[in-house]
Every structure is written in C-alpha cells, then in structure tokens.
C-alpha cells in the first residue's frame, strides 16, 4: 500500500447531495455508483479534499456557508475527507453540462452519432457553450484546486473524467510544480472520432489533459488511440522507450489501468433485506434460465440490438420456449436529452415487439423493468445464468466485475470486445462483436448449454481477477505511476536547466 | 505521353450495355459516368480490353455469343477496344452485388453507418454473401482476366474500385509476374470503421490489394489511412524511403493521384440543345442568385443537411428572400436498398418543409429536381452563383472539378473538407464542415457576397488545375508509378533471389 499523500480530488459530481428533510434538516443523500465508490476508497488511506459542483439547492447554500472552504464530511466507507462543494452559475453550468459534456463530449468518445444525421446543430453554438460554459466551469475547479494546494502544496490533485479536460492546463498555469493525474473513465475513441468535433475544442482538450504528469485509461486499447490522437491533433511526441508523451516542454506518462469495485461492498450489499426481497421473487417466478442484463438507458449500451438478438435466439431454438426470460433491469439515463428519449421508447417497442410475438400463456420472453432500483440489480445478478453485456463502446462496464461476485449459479458472462472490461475478463467469457445479432444469438445458446465445469472455471477466474486488481490496486498502482512520473521529471529538470541543453 | 501499352481494364460496370430496340435489334446504350469516361479515355493512346459484368440479357446472350472472348467495339470517344462481357450467376450477383458491394462496402467506406442501429443484419448472412456472391464474381473476373493475360503476357491489368478487392490475388496466384495495379475510387476510411466489418472480410480485403503492384487513391488522405489499416490489419511494413507497403514478400507502391474529366467533352456537351433549352428555362424563371447542387440522392451526400444550413441562411437573411433559390438537381439512386429510399424520403419531407416554411407568392426557396437528366445538371452548371458541394465523405466529387468548367457567373465552389477534390482545390473555394450546418449557412452568404474580383480569381484557378490536372495526367500518371514500381520489383528481384540476403 502506498503511503498516505494528501490528495484533492476533482471530479464533477461528488460523494454526497444534501437535500432537505422533515422540518427543514438538512439530510446527505450519498450516492453509490462505481466512480463515488472507487474514488471515496482513497479516502480511507489518504487525507482527501474532494472538490465537485453542489447539485442541489441545500449543496449551494453550504457552499456559500463555507465561504469558498472545504467542509468536513465523512463517507459511507466511514473515511473522513474534506467536501468542497461549488456553486456555479447556473447558466454556465448547464452549457457545460447539458451542451458540452453529455450531448457532445459522451456522444463523440462512444461513437454514438449517425454522422449522416448527427450532430445536427449549428457549430457555433457548441463553441458558445464551450466559451461560455465548459470554460468557466473548469476556470471554477481550476480556481478551487489551486486555493486547495496553496494550503497543501504537496498534495496531487487528481481530476477526473471528460468534464474537467481543461482545467489541468489552467492548474499548471498556477502551479508549475504540482503534481497532476487525470483518470478518463470513458473511452478514448479513435481520432476519426475528435475530428467530427470543431478543431479548436480538439486541441484545447488534448492540449488541457497533456498539462498533466500522469493520464490514466482503463485499457491499453484506449490509450493507444489517446496516443494516436494527441501525435496528430496536438503534434505529441512519443518518449522514446517510455509510454509518455513529449508535449510544450513536458512529459505525461500514459497509465492504462482498469479501475475496480470493493468486493465487500458488494458482498454486503448482496444481503441487504431489499436485495433478499427482490431476489426471492425472482427465484418465485423465474423460468429455468434466465439472462439478465443490467444497464443505463443509453445508446452506448446496445440495447435494442440485444433485443434483436435474443429474439433470433429464441427463433432458433424453440426448445427454450417458456424457460428462460431475459430479465432487463434498465435505469432511465438522462431523459432531457432527446436521444435517450428517443432510445428508451425504442427500447419498450421492441421489448413489447418481441414478447408479443412469442408469448404464452405464462411466458414473457423479456422481463423489462425499467427503475433505478439497485436491489433489483444486485438480485439480478445472483440469478442470472447468463449475463448479456454487449455494449457498442463502453470504457470500462462495472457491471461485468460486480455479477460475477454476486452470482450464485455459475452464471456465464456474454462480453462485448467493445468494452474496456473485456481486456481483462475476455479469457473468462464468451466474446461478442456488438454489431452482430448472429453472434450474439449464438453465444445466448452457448452460454445456456455451455458444461459445468467450464462455468465454474470462467467464473472463478473473474472472481479471482476482480478480488487480486481491487480498487487498492486501481489507486495504487496510479499513484505509483505518478511516483515514477515525477521522479523522472525531477531527473530531466535538473538537465533541463541546463542552456546548452537544446530540445 | 506514355508509350502505347497492352491494358486490361477490369471493372464491374463496362461503358457500354445493350438492349432489343425497335424490330428486336440490338442497341447499344452507352454509359456516361466519370468512370466510364476516364477509363475510356485509356483506350485512345493504349490497346485496351476490357472485361465487365453482363448488365442486360442482351449483354448475356453477347457474352454467350462470343464464347468467352472479348468483341470488337468503339466507344463514344471513338476509340476502338475490346470488350468481354461476364455473365455471372444471377444469385451470386445479386449477393455480390446487393448485399456485399453496395449496402456493406461503400456503407463501411463512406462511415454511412449509424453504430447504435446499423448494421443490424446477421453477420453470418453478410459472410454467407461474402463467401457465395462476392468472391466467385471476384474469381470469373480474375479467371476472365487470367485468360486474356495468356494472349497479351505484357499487358497491364487494370483493377477498379471496391467491387473487385479479391480478384488481384487470384490473379497473382496465376501470373506471379502480373503488372497490376488498382485503383480505389471511394474513400479510404480510418482503421476503426474496417473493425465493422467482419475480421475475415477486412483480412481478406487488405490480402486481396495488397497483391496489386500498384495501388491508386485520389488523395493523400485516403492512402494514409489505407497504410494505417493495412499495418493494422495486414501485417504489411512500410518500406523505409518509398511510399509503398512490404506484404507477402512482395512490395506494394502506393499511388496518390485524383481522377480527372475530360473538359472538352463538357464543352462539347454545354453546347447540346437539350442542355441549351433546360438553360432557357432556367434564365426565363431564376430568381437573381442561384445556389446549385448536383447530386445522386447518397446518404454520403449530406443532402438534408444542406436544406438545413440553407434554411438557416434564409433565417438569418431576409434580404435573400425571394432573391435566391437552390436548385438541386438530384439522381434517385439504389432505390432498392431501405435506406436509400428513406433517404429520397427525407429529402423531399425536408424540402417541403422549408418551402411551406419561406415560400412567397412567385417565390419556391428549394427547386427540387428529382430525376437523371444530365442536360439539366449541365445547364444547372452553367447558371450557378455558389455550387454546394458539402458531402459527409466522397472519394473525390467530380461535381466540383466538372461545374466550374461550364460556369458562365462566375461562381463560388463551396465544398466540404470530406471530399477527395478539397485537396486539390480547396485553395479556390469556401471550405465547409460537413457536420456544421452553421458554417455551411455562412457558406452560402459568403459565396453570394463575396467581390467579383476573388469568384473571378478562383474559378480560373480550379479551371488552371483541372485543365492541367486531366484525364492524361491521371492515367500517364498511374502508368508511371507502375512503371517505376515495376523496376524496382526487378531490382529486388535480384537481390531476392541470393539466398545470403535476409530480409
């Protein structure tokens, strides 16, 4: 375990929203969620100050109380940290949020537009909201983090995320010294994807992420095309036997390490009441096999076209007829933006579709419950004897590291080569290529008639990987690349002050 | 000017098909098409044979006829040649051709797919069409072509386009000693829409290219990405010091020169009668400015789109009301593949739309002209203001390089940067962003208001090049390549075969 560092981490949202409650108190509504998670365990052996936008009304109001300081907090893992919450302006913030990071940003790093159709708006609104929000938005966090090492000036700020690209470089303006990390938890797309994006914003974002020491992916397949990518939009160079890039008289080492869940977390939750509730309703109800598949509503997620391949499954094999169902356990995401909008619609035409078509009198092909209900989830994943994830791009899939740990039936896990997941449990899983509903149907039928033996011997081996690289594994080896990033640079520093050193 | 030389073009479509006129005699319809015409152009300075696809019945019962050899005929540039007609098998064709080429290959090159829905087929039934449709139309024009080396041993054999990736290895398989060259006549996409794909498909299209000696590409753009992709993809080495790939122990050149048209065919066609009185019409009902598109209705073409940024050019400058109309002169095209014809649809419902939206009495903003008429688009050529080229991707756009010669109003090319033609005359037009109808808008403002002095300037300057730049030049050129790659092959021969030199 490394030693205990001060760390000020930035990432958009953060651990705890507070709202009000009966007679006005204030109460902390703590989110789950794979990020708040993994990055709330630095907590627990480091002293943390954790830097992100007050969601709520009660959030602003404590950020206005504090007068710009940190609170103490502490997080449902029972660590102490420090919160400071930022009250943005609310325009800004929703050009940052609502024009910038989701609609455009997400949607260019998976892939997700149909170029003869999308993006469809004028450019030069895009680049008012960058101007006017994403901008600003970052000057905020860049602004904080740089009062926060002023008290801590050994301490690393580790931004996280496609929310933040830009306020490394305006924390490096300040503060030439400090020790920076980025960890991008979306994927890295190839750079046919950036160039569907104005040039200015391209190259300010390589140009933001390249100010710091250490830029972590969760797959060597995401950093290589970040490589490839900042070699052609920000003229990059490659450090010659090193994975780092030479940028405006710098180096950034290029860290890919998956990030990872707390399997005691998990364990405990999997015995939560709710959990038991849900999940004894399934076993009451359940057909001889089920396939689940436990995802957000969103495009990335493939959804519909798992639908479609299901449905070619159950075309092909009618001997599976009224004993198995694909329980779907859908979390609606980000309704506002007409695209979701449009995808969860589809996403219910083609459930009813195809259940119309095969039903029974006692038989629903697809079980679609579409709530965010984490105990249904975690139910779900105990039951399941194959669990689809056959994302079109995904940067990492959680889901994939936690069902597996849950999962008491030798469950087998049906992978997409699209998800950063697959790097590591490929060899434990049936691979799919997402765009192919044959394949997909195919392995459905493979997972289901697939021996014991080999279900017990792939789940196992995800057990085992997800318990040896768990989240002490993520944050420490990133802290050790960081380590051996400024080690190095202490090292060119000393040549680099030398005149007759020229580049 | 090359020396006359023996080539063997192979193509899918020939220039010429052949139908039961009146009294059940035969007639030949002869093909315009850039493609044609360049290629028909070789056969004025070189003996040329050309093997094609059997398109009518009366082309079979040729092909029937002339028991597998080639006929005597002249083409409309009065060059004698010989053509050999291929009678495929009608359902290999058909997968060749319905399944693989068009919906599967210009899709893939032209990024036309929207990932979360398409494709949506069963990769197994692209592979099925692959396996039984593509690749034996593939091996009965390598046959044919293996057939007519045998009586020309030092003929050059001429590959076009993406309907024949496979057919060059076949025939290296037979004449190690080939010259062959291929030229691609679409895009080259980024490695990351050749993941699409089929790994098989994308192995065998790189293997299948890779045996030509030469490969040709209009623009620097595409080649790049094919050296990208068959690094990828292939295995294939770059050879230190030349443009060329090293694969399979043998080298491949690779070529980089855009196809051209033939400016006194257009001159000779501005002044056809038919074109003459579409041109009267146009004078008697244009408003002052003219906007003009031509184009087949290809999803590639971005058509809905450009309604869109003239919409918002309308938005924003009334004072162009009732002053200027876009005429689109659009050729229905593949109407029998679904997209094609939801396309046409969206075209027409967009139109609609922004003419009951603007129109005034004596006023229609968009004049669409949906239908093949050449004459039309000739004369359309000759009245534009601005001609608005704004594709999502196109190899090259012989649109761009064809108008200006027969504009008589000095007109601006507006063009998009995902054209093949924007390498060579993006310094003479208004260069726009496909994706961005906000700068295409301000395209069309700038077009029509920009000084008589910079229209006048730039449209002599694309005249200069395309004059300079012609169909000679394309094809001197390519034979020149092959010719220097040819030597070098005989100087590595050399070498190759002293066991001593390892590689």
Redesign the interface.
Known sequence: MSKRREIIIVSNRGPVTFQRGPEQAREAKRGGGGLVTALGSLALHHDVTWIASAMSDVDREIAEESGGRAVEDRLENGADYRLRLLAHERSAYDKYYNVVANPTLWFAQH???????E???????LLEAWRDGYAPINAAFAEAAIEELSRRPEAIVFFNDYHLYLAPRMVRAQAPEAALLHFVHIPW?????WH?L?GEISAAIHDGLLANDVIGFHTTRWRGNFIHSAESIANAERVPGKIALSYAGATTCLSARAISIDPRELEKLAEDPRVQEHERHIVETRPEFLVVRVDRTD??K?I??GF?AYE?FLERHHDFHKRVSMLSCLDPSRLDIPEYED?LEAIQLEALRINERFQQPGWIPIDLQIEDDVYQSIAAYKQYDALFVNA?SDGLNLVAKEAPLANERDGVLILSENTGAHEELGTFSLTI?P?????Q?DAIYEALTLPAGVRQHWIEGIRAWVREHDLPWWIDGLLHDLGGCLASRARLGDTATKPEDGV
């Open positions: 892939s997700l537009w149909d170029l003869i159709r993006p469809d708006y004028e450019r030069s609104k797309p190839p750079l046919s994807c569907v104005p495009p990335s493939n519909v076209r479609r070619l995808y079109v290529d765009f192919d509903i044959g394949s149907a």
